[in-house]
């Protein structure tokens, strides 16, 4: 029972770097997200792709860009990385877009930007 | 500024007590959902709500969408130390192909022994 599977699990980038997030489901989901997580502000939509072939903007995608490789998989790209992309990132899928689907998570990756 | 708003961000309180989170936005919803999350790990759905009005009751957790579907909120009854964690409301907007989850800012619970 894959679910959601988010590689790595912990990175740590010196400031300007670049690194890809991973993210891959195996339930068949149409729609895949990025979130990031950080204290008080719960968890904030970067990028999302509704189906395979699509991406948009969330809240907060400035600093990011993401592929929909296939249906599959989702990665987050962070092109020169900054200390104020320190956070926890999340990855989720559902089964389609639109009311009354459940996201479904992965276990996170903790990113610290130095 | 936050689309979802969602009150209290912390609350400790002692066993037995009950609480009240509630979450808030001028943006109609297709669904509401509430989600826990434990430390290291990602959120897991609780309930979802769909039609405005609508109430849902899970164990000793009651959640209710508002009649506009614009709010929501989660009570729990007696609190137990296991209901401590992070409490998060997440609204889907529907946007272009159909709906994006937008989260509140959370509420992390502790219930004290």
């Known amino acids: 029972n894959a679910g959601v599977t988010q590689t790595p699990k912990f990175q740590v980038l010196k400031t300007g770097q670049s690194m890809t997030l991973q993210c891959a489901q195996d339930m068949n989901h149409n729609s895949m997200y990025w979130y990031r997580q950080d204290p008080g502000m719960g968890l904030r939509l970067i990028y999302y792709?509704?189906?395979?072939?699509?991406?948009d903007k969330g809240e907060v995608p400035n600093g990011y860009n993401v592929s929909r490789l296939n249906k599959r998989e989702f990665s987050l790209r962070l092109e020169s990385a900054a200390p104020s992309q320190t956070s926890v990132y999340f990855c989720?899928?559902?089964?389609?877009?639109?009311?009354?689907?459940?996201?479904?998570f992965g276990q996170g990756t903790r990113l610290t930007v130095v | 500024t936050q689309l979802l708003e969602q009150s209290p961000q912390f609350l400790s309180i002692q066993e037995g007590e009950n609480l009240t989170v509630y979450c808030n936005s001028s943006?109609?919803?297709?669904?509401l959902q509430w989600y826990r999350q434990e430390p290291g790990e990602g959120p897991v759905l609780l309930v979802t709500?769909?039609?405005?009005?609508e109430v849902k009751k899970l164990k000793r957790l009651t959640f209710q969408f508002g009649d506009a579907r614009k709010d929501s909120s989660l009570h729990i009854t007696a609190a137990q130390p296991g209901d401590t964690g992070l409490y998060l409301c997440?609204?889907?907007?529907?946007?272009?192909?159909?709906?994006?989850?937008?989260f509140g800012q959370g509420t992390e619970l502790s219930v004290k022994p």
């Open positions: 989720a899928s559902s089964p389609m877009v639109a009311a009354n689907t459940e996201a479904f």
């Open positions: 943006s109609v919803f297709s669904s």
């Open positions: 792709s509704a189906s395979e072939g699509t991406t």
């Open positions: 997440a609204g889907e907007l529907i946007y272009n192909q159909g709906g994006k989850l937008i």
């Open positions: 709500v769909v039609t405005g009005g």
